[in-house]
């Protein structure tokens, strides 16, 4: 063995952030809270339906489930091992060497910096539509005022960003009220919508509920159920902000993965709930309400509210709540997507993966400074390009962070198989949930990624109020953004490696496997994990640079004893 010496990064829990800050029930809300239930179905329903599910939304929405399920379990057991603030970027890292590792992280933050564009938007509208709906007048036209929405946006973007530069537990506090807000708006929409249509009070085109929307089966995977299942992951996008927070949890090794399980069910049966609802009341023409008209997909409760609650007292009231519940799902979730972003850059920082300066932490709040400022800035920046460039590029964004999505969750799948490869078979417990289960969703985001892409490609594929088609360089808008944003990556990544290589040459953050830990304690069984991973014990470079001096290390697999100055068996 080589015993060349490097210059570790900080572990997990190391970086200066406040440990203990959020439970269980914390974790949950947070995560649940970063997907923007209102606000990711508002703005992704309609374009489901328009790729083609139809009536058969709800199997969408079933379907995209399961690759989140399986990821879930991916984080859980990588978290087990190594809870650290990187999560993607750490694992990646970990797994196949720095420059996956980077490009890992480099999708975590494209994603979030591309979809702050969108919920900016989202915001800034919808603060003109409550006040309207308050009685404030004139106002309410102003949210389709560009120049208005987008001033209002950008106040939305800083005032989230500093409430995140303030401290984990403020932004965990806010999270409840908001969480809650949106929660009981969208069980009261979905059962007022049923009770409408199985009344026989719907609409036309209103559609009676059926077991068989659940049921795939008749639509085509390439060109319908792999682009619409890119959309339907962003509604469930934003649970990893509970893993993301890791080393501020009571319980890092096991709390976190425990919420990002528990929130993607939750999820699960709000947006299966609520779909139904939509589909029903609505039904999926491509006129009037049908969830399929273009006119829709930016924005389906807008376009169904008031004719669902009606213009008695109790509707108006039900259309503020619901005007409420989607400017506080995107606030909420602007924050939420502040929160990982900021983390991860911190990480990256901390292992030299990026400028050092973003690993600062405030040493009252115990929150990232430079990354938390930054990731404001920079969000900025990109809704203000979109914006000049064309608003109607703005729809193009949902589909865009699909991609990105499907990459680094995919991702983090391979990761967790290939890190546990050789220990799978110590257990079926290990085969299955660290093995298969990763593994299988792997496999899925790639298939949806790669037929995704090549639909979003398509001159066609969106359009915008006028029919145009919404392109740049004669190709689809979706797909330009998202490689786009990939290939950028790969630009700053190269960049990087010249001016600081010592982070692609595995000297702050090692390749490695869990084949090697610190022998325990007479009468303990050995264990794996991760360095630096609270109780869990230590695992060892393959050169020995970590192994504490006097300290034995052993090969799990074959029962071999190691020491600085050889082996013994």
């Known amino acids: 063995m080589s015993t060349a010496a490097t210059t570790p990064g900080p572990g997990a829990g190391d970086k200066g952030l406040k440990t203990g800050a959020l439970g269980l029930v914390s974790s949950i809300v947070v995560g649940m809270s970063s997907t923007a239930p209102a606000y990711s179905l508002a703005a992704s329903l309609g374009f489901i339906v328009a790729a083609g599910a139809g009536i058969k939304s709800p199997a969408i929405v ?20 190594e809870p650290d603030c990187g999560t ?20 975590i ?49 800083v005032l989230m960003t500093w409430i995140c530069y303030r401290g984990i537990e403020v932004s965990a506090r806010l999270q409840y009220g908001l969480l809650a807000i949106e929660v009981v708006v969208l069980v009261m929409f979905a059962v ?35 682009p619409a299942i890119l959309t339907a992951i962003f509604i469930y996008w934003g649970w990893d902000t509970a893993v993301a927070l890791n080393e501020e949890s009571a319980d890092p090794g096991k709390t976190p993965g425990r919420a990002a399980i528990i929130s993607t069910f939750l999820l699960l049966g709000t947006y299966a709930l609520v779909t139904v609802a939509a589909v029903a009341f609505a039904g999926v023409g491509e006129t009037g309400m049908g969830l399929a008209n273009p006119e829709n997909s930016g924005d389906v409760f807008r376009a169904i509210g008031a004719t669902l609650f009606g213009d008695s007292l109790l509707g108006h009231i039900a259309l503020v709540l619901l005007a409420a519940s989607i400017l506080t799902s995107a606030s909420a979730c602007t924050q939420t997507t502040i929160l990982p972003t900021a983390r991860t850059a911190l990480s990256m920082a901390a292992y030299k993966a990026i400028p050092e300066k973003f690993a600062r932490i405030h040493p009252k709040f115990l929150t990232p400074t430079w990354s938390t400022i930054g990731m404001g800035i920079i969000s900025i920046a ?7 460039i064309s608003p109607d590029l703005l729809g193009a964004l949902i589909g865009s962070v699909g991609l990105m999505i ?14 546990y490869r050789r220990t799978l078979l110590t257990s079926a417990r290990h085969f299955v949930m660290r093995g298969v289960i990763p593994l299988a969703g792997g496999l899925m985001l790639t298939a949806v990624f790669g037929f995704g892409l090549q639909q979003y490609a398509t001159v066609d594929w969106l359009l915008d109020a006028n029919g145009n088609n919404v392109t740049i360089f004669g190709i689809g808008a979706v797909a330009v953004v998202g490689v786009g944003a990939m290939l950028l ?7 990087w490696m ?14 490695r496997a869990d084949d090697l830990v610190l022998l325990p304690a007479v009468g303990s069984a050995p264990m794996f994990g991760l360095p630096d991973s609270g109780l869990m014990p230590t695992v060892i470079a393959p050169d020995l640079s970590n192994l504490p001096p006097g300290e034995t290390a052993v090969d799990p697999a074959t029962g071999e004893r190691i020491t600085r100055s050889g082996a013994d068996s």
């Open 62 to 81: 079933l379907l995209a489930f399961v690759p989140m399920y399986l990821i879930a379990v991916s984080y859980q057991e990588l978290n087990r091992a």
């Open 88 to 107: 993607t970027f750490t694992w990646a890292s970990r797994a196949f060497g720095p420059k996956t590792g980077w490009l890992g992280g480099w999708g």
């Open 109 to 157: 933050i494209a994603a979030d910096v591309i979809v702050m564009a969108n919920l900016a938007q989202i915001a800034g509208t919808y603060t003109f539509t409550l006040l309207g709906e308050l009685g404030v007048a004139g106002v309410a036209d102003l949210g389709d005022n560009v120049v208005a929405s987008t001033t209002v946006g950008i106040l939305w973007i």
């Open 192 to 226: 007022v919508a049923l009770t409408r249509v199985l009344s026989g009070d719907g609409v036309p085109g209103s559609l009676t509920p059926s077991l068989d929307w659940f049921n795939p089966v008749g639509l085509d995977f390439p060109t319908v159920i792999a």
């Open 382 to 388: 990109f809704y203000l390009l979109f914006t000049l």
């Open 406 to 419: 499907a990459f680094y969750y995919g991702l983090t799948g391979y990761a967790c198989f290939w890190f």
């Open 489 to 495: 990556g790969v630009v700053l990544m190269l960049v």
């Open 498 to 511: 010249v001016r600081a290589p010592a982070f692609f040459r595995g000297k702050t953050l090692e390749k």
